[in-house]
């Protein structure tokens, strides 16, 4: 199919417009204007590029694209690499970024919810900080070892491993800096995202809120895989999932 119809449907299907994001949405480096094959992956990193070059993809599908406001625009080095292998195979790269975060159905937060049967009940901050509950009453450490369990990674976990752990926040990925205001909170008993910092060990003390970071792969792996697994069904087109198995 055309590489613009298949990128104006998921622009509309994530709201790309509803977004304050620090990244472009949508087609980041242009390829070959027909898409067959999608390789889809966290991270438009050069392991990602060049298994999309080995599977012969038309595009590959990322939440991590390769343009960040405030960063260095120049074309050398790794960016270099990773344009040149995309331009030398003329593979399309589309990244979406806070939208597949938000997103209800496909993003992070919404998958990260329905593997670890957590309850939803309103979300902030553009859909990004999600307020819910966990399935069950469990202890903290009960928490973390599903949280092990089902991400295959291991947690860190800041907090009294006995606290009983029902309503809680999350976010995907880097999303520590929403710390410092929900565990002022009181009726937040965990937050759980992807990243640390040295500062949430000491909110997390002070305020007797659990901190855990899941880790930021781990935790938004899921969405770009719902997409592609969505426009797969729409289209009839062929997707693989490039796991990296990044421990960050
Ligand atoms: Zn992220």
């Given at each position: 199919?055309?590489?613009?119809?298949?990128?104006?449907?998921?622009?509309q299907?994530l709201?790309v417009?509803?977004?304050?994001?620090?990244?472009p949405?949508?087609?980041?480096?242009?390829?070959?204007?027909?898409v067959?094959?999608i390789?889809?992956a966290?991270?438009?990193?050069?392991?990602?590029?060049?298994?999309?070059?080995?599977?012969?993809?038309?595009?590959?599908?990322?939440?991590?694209?390769?343009?960040?406001?405030?960063?260095?625009?120049?074309?050398?080095?790794?960016?270099?690499?990773r344009?040149?292998?995309?331009?030398?195979?003329?593979?399309?790269?589309?990244?979406?970024?806070?939208?597949?975060?938000?997103?209800?159905?496909?993003?992070?937060?919404?998958?990260?919810?329905?593997?670890?049967?957590?309850k939803l009940?309103?979300?902030?901050?553009?859909?990004?900080?999600?307020?819910?509950?966990?399935e069950?009453?469990q202890?903290?450490?009960?928490?973390?070892n599903?949280i092990e369990?089902?991400?295959?990674?291991?947690p860190?976990?800041?907090?009294?491993?006995?606290?009983?752990?029902e309503n809680?926040?999350?976010?995907?990925?880097?999303?520590?800096?929403?710390?410092?205001?929900?565990?002022?909170?009181?009726?937040?008993?965990?937050?759980?995202?992807?990243e640390?910092s040295?500062?949430?060990?000491?909110?997390?003390?002070?305020?007797?809120?659990?901190?855990?970071?899941?880790g930021?792969?781990?935790?938004?792996?899921?969405g770009v895989?719902?997409?592609?697994a969505?426009?797969?069904?729409?289209?009839?087109?062929q997707?693989?999932?490039?796991?990296?198995?990044?421990?960050?």
């Amino acid at each position: 199919m055309l590489r613009n119809e298949l990128i104006a449907w998921i622009n509309q299907a994530l709201e790309v417009d509803n977004f304050q994001d620090y990244a472009p949405n949508g087609l980041q480096v242009e390829g070959r204007d027909n898409v067959q094959k999608i390789v889809c992956a966290v991270t438009a990193s050069r392991a990602a590029i060049d298994y999309a070059i080995e599977q012969q993809a038309d595009m590959l599908l990322v939440h991590h694209g390769m343009f960040w406001k405030n960063e260095m625009p120049c074309i050398v080095g790794w960016k270099k690499e990773r344009i040149s292998r995309l331009l030398a195979h003329q593979i399309n790269l589309v990244a979406y970024h806070l939208p597949l975060d938000a997103h209800h159905e496909w993003g992070n937060n919404a998958m990260l919810a329905k593997r670890l049967a957590w309850k939803l009940e309103s979300t902030s901050e553009q859909g990004l900080l999600n307020i819910g509950s966990t399935e069950k009453k469990q202890s903290l450490l009960e928490l973390a070892n599903h949280i092990e369990r089902v991400l295959q990674r291991k947690p860190l976990v800041i907090g009294d491993l006995d606290k009983t752990i029902e309503n809680i926040a999350w976010c995907s990925g880097g999303a520590q800096g929403f710390f410092p205001a929900v565990c002022m909170d009181s009726k937040i008993d965990a937050y759980i995202t992807g990243e640390a910092s040295e500062a949430q060990y000491h909110y997390a003390r002070e305020t007797n809120t659990a901190f855990i970071a899941a880790g930021h792969h781990a935790t938004e792996k899921f969405g770009v895989q719902a997409l592609s697994a969505a426009i797969s069904e729409e289209f009839m087109l062929q997707s693989i999932f490039f796991d990296e198995n990044n421990p960050i």
